[in-house]
């Protein structure tokens, strides 16, 4: 399984890059307004591609047809690894399809059913993008959807990738790794929660404990 980070923080972005955890990164307006400050957002997307040789998403803005098939085709000017989010619309179908003509990948986002999911990669998307915690919000199971995604596409041997997104918690990520899902994008916060376990700080402890009482009686006997 793939993990993205799903952040615009060029500080996390770096750590996770140079620890060899991720494997491409996704943003959205709201990520990226955060971390761009006074700066202009597509220089904020130019540093993170540079930072990740991986897929970077990067979603427009526009509702329409037309203005999305325009801010897809400005973003993917950025660089070569721009993925281009699309939100689950009827417009946003025309524009996947009229932007996967011109060879620019795309990502379906705010999907929340497996019909959505079909409907997308119909449409010609590279990645669906499932909003698994959103669901479960709503008291739904989320996870049924990429299950369902994932029986589907096998079914049909699509080539689309299933993305699960609004990843809460580790148990999100064992949950969408054992049932199929492609990549998983994950909040830092819980990319670093992936790392943990008392057990591991518990031994961590006992060890150096052990090793201090070794040489607190390798110097009392010189």
């Known amino acids: 399984m793939k993990f993205f980070l799903d952040t615009a923080s060029l500080k996390d972005i770096s750590w996770a890059a140079q620890a060899g955890l991720i494997d491409g990164i996704t943003t959205n307006p709201s990520l990226l307004a955060k971390q761009a400050g006074d700066l202009d957002p597509r220089d904020v997307l130019k540093e993170i591609c540079s930072l990740v040789d991986g897929p970077v998403s990067a979603e427009v803005v526009a509702l329409d047809t037309d203005g999305m098939v325009q801010e897809g085709q400005q973003l993917a ?6 993925v281009v989010k699309i939100p689950m619309l ?3 179908m025309v524009a996947v399809r009229r ?4 060879g620019i990948k795309t990502n379906v986002t705010l999907c929340f059913s497996s019909v959505q999911c079909l409907i997308a990669a119909k ?13 479960d919000d709503v008291g739904q199971e989320g996870m049924d959807v990429i299950r369902e995604a ?8 699509i080539a689309t ?16 790794a054992m049932i199929g899902a492609d990549v998983a994008t ?11 376990h008392p057990l591991t700080d ?15 009686r390798a110097k009392a006997t010189v």
Do not use: C, M
């Not at 449409?123 to 669901?135: E, K, N, Q």
């Open 186 to 196: 994950l909040p830092p916060e819980v990319l670093k929660k992936l790392l943990l």
């Open 77 to 82: 000017r950025i660089a070569e690894n721009i």
């Open 99 to 102: 932007l996967a003509a011109e």
């Open 150 to 157: 994932r029986v589907i596409f096998d079914n049909y041997a």
């Open 90 to 92: 009827e417009d946003g």
């Open 202 to 216: 518990r031994g961590l402890d006992q060890f150096l404990a052990d090793w201090s009482k070794l040489v607190a």
């Open 161 to 176: 990738q299933i993305l699960a997104a609004s990843i809460r918690h580790p148990r999100h990520v064992v949950e969408a």
């Open 123 to 135: 449409a010609g998307a590279s990645y669906v993008s499932p909003f698994i915690g959103r669901l």
